[in-house]
């Protein structure tokens, strides 16, 4: 099973290298911008965050989760993200904001990881590695697998528009069952962030406080 995966994922590989290039590349952009906007934040700006990260974390250590709350709420956010990429993808139009999601995805992570890694040193790594590492982990390749298919199958329809004869539904048949691959592990990163990730963060709100 794991062989026929890998012979799978090559084949795609060399089929649409060009959409793994660019999703690739925007998300990488995506996140160096959220490290610039670090940069730039006035310092009472960063003050006040650092002041309510703190406060939060002195806090995670005693806080209890509504996990069945905090879980409908995770899967319904990431959950809509996936079927956004997906539904665009059936529509040429819908290519740039496609790449816009990706961007911006990669935005919010350069942010966080950058604003926690500069304004609290080691602590703030440790917090990267117990609030926003595991469920990402999943998530990100995910996502930018659903961002990869969503490009293809888009780019797929508007040559579809110079050749009427183009045949687009076993290609159509193949995205929908990846998304559906996808949405699965979307779901598995929302269950590590319920489950899993509180847990690692108030092991870190001991060791920074």
């Known amino acids: 099973m794991g ?3 890998l012979v799978l994922w090559a084949s795609s590989l060399r089929q649409s290298w ?8 925007l998300f990488t952009l995506g996140i160096a911008a959220g490290a610039l906007g670090v940069q730039r934040l006035q310092a009472d700006q960063a003050q006040e965050l650092s002041i309510y990260l703190d406060q939060f974390m002195m806090q995670a250590g005693v806080i209890e989760v509504d996990t069945v709350k905090a879980l409908q709420d995770v899967l319904y956010s990431d959950l809509v993200v996936i079927l956004a990429i997906y539904l665009l993808g059936l529509t040429v139009i819908g290519i740039p904001v496609i790449l816009g999601i990706i961007f911006t995805r990669g935005f919010v992570l350069g942010y966080t990881v950058s604003f926690l890694a500069s304004e609290k040193g080691i602590q703030g790594i440790a ?3 117990a609030a926003v590492l595991p469920q990402n982990l999943i998530f990100i390749p995910a996502l930018l697998l659903a961002g990869v298919a969503s490009l293809s199958f888009a780019v797929l329809l508007a040559r579809r528009f110079n050749n009427s004869k183009f045949i687009v539904w076993p290609s159509f048949v193949g995205y929908s069952g990846l998304t559906v691959v996808v949405l699965a592990c979307t779901a598995a990163a929302g269950l590590v962030e319920v489950y899993f990730t ?8 001991n060791y920074i406080f």
């Open 3 to 5: 062989n026929r995966f």
């Open 198 to 205: 509180p847990f690692l963060v108030k092991l870190a709100a």
């Open 18 to 25: 060009p959409a793994y290039l660019v999703i690739l590349l």
């Open 127 to 129: 917090l990267v590695c």
